[in-house]
């Protein structure tokens, strides 16, 4: 799902958080003080995203990279591993394009959108650079540029496939110290093009600098042509801030490539959202279906009780109205029944609902990988969902069944529970279901 227009895009990069306007755009101290839905593209407080290979299957690539990161000291404390992108290589290993942060600031993102009375979703910088990779690297080897502060962030990659990625920085913001970022980037680019045995033959260049005042800097051009590749320029507004600050950017453009499925927001928010945009139009589709067969059993109801009068009236004119008359069964009571059916529907629990229970029982570091609800009977709502924990075996036997003790106590029937477990992971499935609410 694309962002809507009435979504506000907030911006938080190298130590500051912004709102953009159509003209202007302000600083926040904080993302809850804009009211309404918003998506949040974030640096995350200096994570950086990189392509790496681990020796583990694409299933377990984010938890072995998790690992490395703790044991190597390059995230303070637990690493929170998002991948982008990862693809098996040979028979052992994959690779894997990620954002790490450490897991106490990704905590800090999940509590600020939980917070907030709005729908709120956040996205990497990363996720950023991905998606805009795998839309315009589908017929040609791309290298994604993305300058903001001191810094590129580039990604490189064909067809959705990322050959690399890194970030080149300067000792300042001024104009000296970015002279020599042609050559810097030049030379990170043609490592990826040996080592991987590519030509690049496209730059996608975008933009966010505070002061700047001109919509590209001066050393992209001069790249473009050392490296024999088309440019293609994403066109920068200016746009005036308190203070007489200002940012040139064409971010604004370049969110249109990111998708609600991108974010790195909880499982619980990314669901809830997904379940906002979607029923509106369900409920208007129910709501129709059920006084269009509300309707119609009307029409049968209105047609029974005239064909009832003129048989009266024949009866009564041909001297048979003491004769017995047989009653016949309505041809439309199916049709009252499943009206009736449909209206019972109306107190079984709603779809947002239930995510709402799922996220408030949900206990430690649980992720949802699958919730399916159907209502194939009027009486009750059938839940199945699937979940990963990430946590020692004891921690995540004892948050397992907490969650599940909180489930009952919250009206839910589990009708089936199970769940497979290593070292530091423990998968489940839970079936249950919940009766109407008379």
């Given at each position: 799902?694309?962002?809507?227009?009435?979504?506000?895009?907030?911006?938080?990069?190298?130590?500051?958080?912004?709102?953009?306007?159509?003209?202007?755009?302000?600083?926040?101290?904080?993302?809850?003080?804009?009211e309404g839905?918003?998506?949040?593209?974030?640096?995350?407080?200096?994570?950086?995203?990189?392509?790496?290979?681990?020796?583990?299957?694409?299933?377990?690539?984010?938890?072995?990279?998790?690992?490395?990161?703790q044991?190597?000291?390059?995230?303070?404390?637990?690493?929170?591993?998002?991948?982008?992108?990862?693809?098996?290589?040979?028979?052992?290993?994959?690779?894997?394009f990620?954002?790490a942060?450490?897991?106490s600031?990704?905590?800090?993102?999940?509590?600020?959108?939980?917070?907030?009375?709005n729908?709120?979703?956040?996205?990497?910088?990363?996720?950023?650079?991905?998606?805009?990779?795998?839309?315009?690297?589908?017929?040609?080897t791309?290298?994604v540029?993305?300058?903001?502060?001191?810094?590129?962030?580039f990604?490189?990659?064909?067809?959705?496939?990322?050959?690399?990625?890194?970030?080149?920085s300067?000792?300042s913001?001024?104009?000296?110290?970015?002279?020599?970022?042609?050559?810097?980037?030049?030379a990170?680019?043609?490592?990826i093009?040996r080592?991987?045995?590519?030509?690049?033959?496209r730059?996608?260049y975008?933009?966010?600098?505070?002061d700047h005042?001109?919509?590209?800097s001066?050393?992209v051009?001069?790249?473009?042509?050392?490296?024999?590749?088309?440019?293609?320029?994403?066109?920068?507004?200016?746009?005036?801030?308190?203070?007489?600050?200002?940012?040139?950017?064409?971010?604004?453009q370049?969110?249109r490539?990111?998708?609600?499925?991108?974010?790195?927001?909880?499982?619980?928010?990314?669901?809830?959202?997904?379940?906002q945009?979607l029923?509106?139009?369900?409920?208007?589709?129910?709501?129709?279906?059920?006084?269009?067969?509300?309707?119609?059993?009307?029409?049968?109801?209105?047609?029974?009780?005239?064909?009832?009068?003129?048989?009266?009236?024949?009866?009564e004119?041909?001297?048979?109205?003491?004769l017995?008359?047989?009653?016949?069964?309505?041809?439309?009571?199916?049709?009252l029944?499943?009206?009736?059916?449909?209206?019972?529907?109306?107190?079984?629990?709603?779809?947002?609902?239930?995510?709402?229970?799922?996220?408030q029982?949900s206990r430690?570091?649980?992720?949802?990988?699958?919730?399916?609800?159907?209502?194939?009977?009027?009486?009750?709502?059938?839940?199945?969902?699937?979940?990963?924990?990430?946590a020692p075996?004891?921690?995540?036997?004892?948050?397992h069944?907490?969650f599940?003790?909180?489930?009952?106590?919250?009206?839910?029937?589990?009708?089936?529970?199970?769940?497979?477990?290593?070292?530091?992971?423990?998968?489940?499935?839970?079936?249950?279901?919940?009766?109407?609410?008379?």
């Amino acid at each position: 799902m694309k962002m809507r227009s009435n979504e506000h895009l907030l911006v938080e990069l190298d130590g500051g958080l912004f709102q953009l306007g159509k003209s202007n755009g302000k600083r926040l101290a904080r993302a809850t003080a804009v009211e309404g839905d918003k998506w949040l593209l974030s640096d995350l407080q200096g994570g950086m995203s990189r392509l790496a290979t681990v020796e583990a299957p694409p299933r377990y690539a984010e938890l072995v990279m998790q690992r490395r990161l703790q044991e190597s000291g390059d995230v303070e404390g637990q690493a929170q591993v998002f991948s982008h992108w990862k693809i098996k290589r040979g028979q052992t290993a994959s690779d894997i394009f990620y954002t790490a942060v450490s897991a106490s600031d990704y905590s800090s993102y999940v509590d600020r959108a939980q917070d907030d009375p709005n729908q709120h979703l956040v996205f990497a910088l990363g996720s950023l650079l991905y998606s805009v990779l795998k839309q315009q690297s589908k017929r040609a080897t791309v290298a994604v540029l993305f300058e903001h502060d001191r810094h590129v962030d580039f990604v490189v990659g064909r067809s959705g496939r990322v050959f690399g990625a890194n970030r080149v920085s300067t000792y300042s913001t001024a104009a000296e110290a970015k002279a020599g970022l042609e050559d810097s980037v030049a030379a990170e680019l043609q490592n990826i093009e040996r080592s991987e045995g590519v030509k690049i033959e496209r730059l996608v260049y975008f933009n966010w600098l505070l002061d700047h005042g001109e919509g590209t800097s001066s050393w992209v051009e001069p790249l473009a042509a050392a490296m024999t590749a088309k440019l293609l320029l994403t066109r920068s507004q200016v746009y005036a801030l308190a203070d007489g600050e200002s940012v040139t950017t064409s971010l604004p453009q370049m969110v249109r490539y990111l998708d609600s499925g991108d974010a790195i927001s909880s499982q619980n928010e990314r669901l809830q959202y997904a379940a906002q945009r979607l029923v509106p139009a369900a409920a208007m589709l129910a709501g129709l279906a059920v006084a269009g067969l509300l309707g119609t059993a009307g029409w049968f109801a209105q047609q029974a009780a005239s064909i009832e009068a003129d048989a009266r009236q024949l009866r009564e004119s041909t001297g048979l109205a003491s004769l017995e008359t047989v009653t016949a069964d309505p041809k439309y009571a199916d049709t009252l029944a499943l009206a009736a059916d449909l209206a019972r529907l109306r107190n079984v629990p709603s779809f947002k609902g239930i995510l709402g229970d799922l996220s408030q029982a949900s206990r430690g570091n649980l992720e949802f990988t699958n919730v399916k609800v159907s209502y194939d009977e009027p009486e009750r709502a059938s839940i199945d969902f699937k979940g990963v924990m990430v946590a020692p075996f004891p921690q995540a036997k004892q948050d397992h069944l907490e969650f599940i003790n909180a489930l009952r106590g919250q009206g839910y029937q589990i009708v089936d529970s199970s769940f497979s477990t290593d070292v530091e992971r423990l998968e489940f499935v839970v079936k249950m279901e919940k009766e109407v609410r008379l």
